[in-house]
């Protein structure tokens, strides 16, 4: 019997592939879904290089613009010593949306590479495209759909987490009579725009 030419533990993935780096990227992600925010990851990478990761941070610091993306590039800025990340990459699981698209341009960055796409708010070629955008002084390439499943599974999951929890918590209210009044009725269209918001953190 031949013993086989490879040893099993062979690396499957490449140290230096945009899976693996958006791997780390959906750590980031769930570390985020862990702490109650909506989960989305980022990582900058630089001549093969993480320089720096962060989470969405939306809730946890009451502040709005605390997207995964805007939180690693201030990170990277500080790594490279300068505003200017011309040499860098990002990854984003989830489609940048226009605020973070506009930091990337600003800190000309070469290019993103995001998992899952969103129609509705992205600003990477989804609902538009705003890191080529032709009048703007920099433009970036654009890698999209890396382990897009993993992170849409990720975003699913949370929101319908919450979506039970806030039925566990309006049937409770009803159950105690401190529902407020005619609250009897369940409204599909709230979740419906719950899921039109899926990909809107
Ligand atoms: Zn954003």
Redesign the pocket.
């Known amino acids: 019997m031949n013993a086989p030419e490879q040893p099993s533990e062979e690396p499957v993935i490449d140290l230096g592939s945009d899976a693996y780096f958006m791997g780390e990227a959906l750590r980031q992600a769930s570390r985020a879904y862990e702490a109650g925010e909506v989960p989305?990851g980022a990582v900058v990478v630089r001549g093969g290089r993480i320089i720096a990761r962060a989470h969405n941070q939306v809730e946890c610091l009451r502040d709005a613009t605390a997207?995964?993306?805007?939180l690693a590039l201030t990170q990277a800025q500080e790594a490279v010593g300068d505003w200017r990340l011309t040499d860098c990459t990002l990854y984003v699981t989830k489609e940048?949306?226009?605020?973070?698209?506009g930091a990337v341009v600003h800190v000309r960055c070469e290019r993103v590479v995001f998992g899952v796409p969103d129609p509705k708010g992205g600003a990477a070629g989804g609902a538009m495209n705003l890191l080529q955008f032709p009048t703007l002084n920099h433009r970036c390439a654009i890698t999209p759909g890396v382990r897009s499943e993993e992170s849409r599974q990720m975003l699913r999951a949370f929101f319908a987490e919450q979506r039970q929890r806030r039925e566990l918590e309006r049937a409770q209210e009803k159950a105690s009579g401190d529902g407020p009044a005619g609250d009897d009725t369940d409204d599909p269209g709230s979740d419906a725009a719950e899921g039109g918001a899926f990909l809107s953190?």
């Open positions: 989305v997207h995964a993306e805007m940048p949306c226009p605020m973070c698209a953190p």
